[in-house]
């Protein structure tokens, strides 16, 4: 309930800053609901797989050196 | 009242406080070295509470230098705040990182702080700036072969324009008459201002604003919330943000101290005029701040009593974005 | 769309120990199938969760992230 603010604020920031909101999920899934875990799941997979490859904030170690 | 009377009546009562045992230390401003870097002064004895000031330059928030000091005999100090440090004092108060007895606050209503940088391109970047003399609304600029007329309004740092609360919100001797408490701008109109653009050009603009960051942390050691032992950025095991200058790790520097200040900024603008190359730092906090305002009604500082937000919940809190 | 063919995203899921990593588990042994491209990190609560850790997870390379409590 702590972490429900502190997501909220998070993923409004990252929106902010261009980050797709579809890289970044939240969910509630009890620990009887495997069904939904599932659902949630594959939704998640397919949703990032339409995006692409991240671009952003990514490190690059070679890039640096 | 004009800033020199200001200025004035801070040493008189500086000198009171010293001379009456009162108070360990005032911190206050005295001038800098060069025109326009007023810088935070630490007075132990009433001759030193000569050398205290006040004009349109004093950016430094003074509440951070309240943080794990070691008081002396009468165990107080006072601090020379105006409305947004002592709104950061409020907010060290609540997180207990002082007392409201260990403070004695010299409340000063704000003008509104100019800022520097404006002055510079006003004037002209090449020319030389040596001194900056205030007579009531005007800024007299003069150099070498120069003499320019400001009107100080003209060139307020972005978050004076924006303030909300320019009158000290704890007072224990208020100096100058309280004023209205905004400087009228809006500042839900502006604190996010690449909310409009779209997702590419968000982050365009998000990588061009802070790509000439240096890393030299001055807006975290200038903000009075930044308080923590060991600071993230300096945790090696595990190492949560690099070190180079790197894209990514100075974009992961700025989210990350920006969400660490979510809740708690009191947009005094510290940060921007302490970074070195004019970074735009307060991007990321306004937006913060916004969203908290939106989401849960709360500006922070405001009163001693309010819980500070992201200590708290609601069961109705916005939770559209969970599945 | 050749090169997508190849591609797969790499996905953090960040599990609270007694909501989806159970959850998880049960989808597990009722043999319910999801996709193989999540990488299950089991945190002890969801309020363990870190803005800190999703940065990371991005620095690090991920093409997702997914926070479930």
């Known amino acids: ?65 | 009242m004009d800033n020199k009377a200001i200025a004035e009546k801070i040493r008189e009562v500086a000198a009171r406080l010293l001379s009456q045992g009162q108070v360990d230390c005032v911190i206050g401003y005295r001038q800098g070295s060069v025109p326009m870097r007023e810088r935070p002064f630490f007075a132990y004895t009433p001759e030193e509470a000569a050398q205290l000031t006040w004009t349109s330059f004093c950016c430094n928030n003074l509440a951070n230098y309240l943080i794990r000091r070691q008081f002396g005999e009468a165990g107080k100090v006072a601090v020379v705040a105006q409305g947004c440090v002592s709104r950061s004092i409020v907010g060290l108060i609540k997180e207990n990182q002082i007392t409201r007895e260990q403070v004695f606050v010299i409340g000063v209503p704000s003008p509104g702080m100019v800022d520097r940088r404006k002055v510079q391109a006003t004037v002209g970047a090449d020319k030389l700036i040596t001194a900056v003399n205030e007579e009531g609304e005007e800024l007299v600029v003069s150099g070498p072969g120069f003499e320019e007329r400001i009107p100080r309004h003209t060139v307020l740092r972005d978050n004076c324009y924006t303030c909300q609360q320019r009158n000290p919100v704890i007072v224990d001797e208020l100096i100058g008459e309280e004023g209205p408490p905004t400087h009228g701008g809006d500042i839900d109109a502006v604190a996010a201002p690449w909310e409009k653009l779209d997702p590419e050009a968000r982050w365009a603009a998000f990588v061009d604003n802070y790509q000439a960051c240096i890393r030299c942390y001055a807006c975290r050691d200038a903000c009075p919330l930044c308080y923590c032992h060991v600071c993230f950025v300096d945790e090696t095991m595990p190492q949560w943000c690099g070190k180079t200058q790197d894209e990514a790790d100075v974009l992961t520097y700025h989210l990350l101290r920006a969400f660490h200040c979510a809740g708690r900024c009191t947009d005094c603008g510290a940060c921007e005029s302490a970074c070195p190359v004019g970074i735009k730092v307060r991007r990321l906090t306004s937006k913060i701040e916004k969203d908290i305002r939106a989401m849960y009604g709360y500006t922070p500082g405001m009163d001693l009593e309010s819980t500070p937000p992201m200590s708290v919940y609601r069961p109705d809190d916005p939770q559209d974005f969970i599945k | 769309m050749a090169e997508n063919s190849e591609w797969r995203p790499r996905i953090a899921a960040f599990l609270c120990n007694w909501c989806s990593y159970g959850a998880a588990d049960l989808a597990g042994v009722s043999r319910l199938q999801y996709p193989p491209l999540i990488q299950t990190i089991r945190i002890p609560c969801t309020g363990r969760m870190s803005p800190k850790f999703i940065l990371q997870a991005f620095r690090k390379g991920v093409d997702g992230v997914w926070v479930s409590g």
Not at chain 1, 28 to 37: G, L, R, T
Not at chain 1, 60 to 65: E, F, M, Y
């Open chain 1, 1 to 65: 309930m702590f972490a429900r603010r502190r997501f909220a604020v998070l993923k409004n920031l990252l929106e902010y800053v261009g980050i797709e909101p579809d890289r970044l999920h939240f969910s509630w899934i009890s620990s009887a609901e495997a069904e939904k875990f599932q659902k949630t799941a594959t939704e998640v997979c397919e949703k990032v797989a339409a995006l692409g490859p991240a671009k952003h904030l990514i490190k690059n170690i070679r890039k640096v050196a």
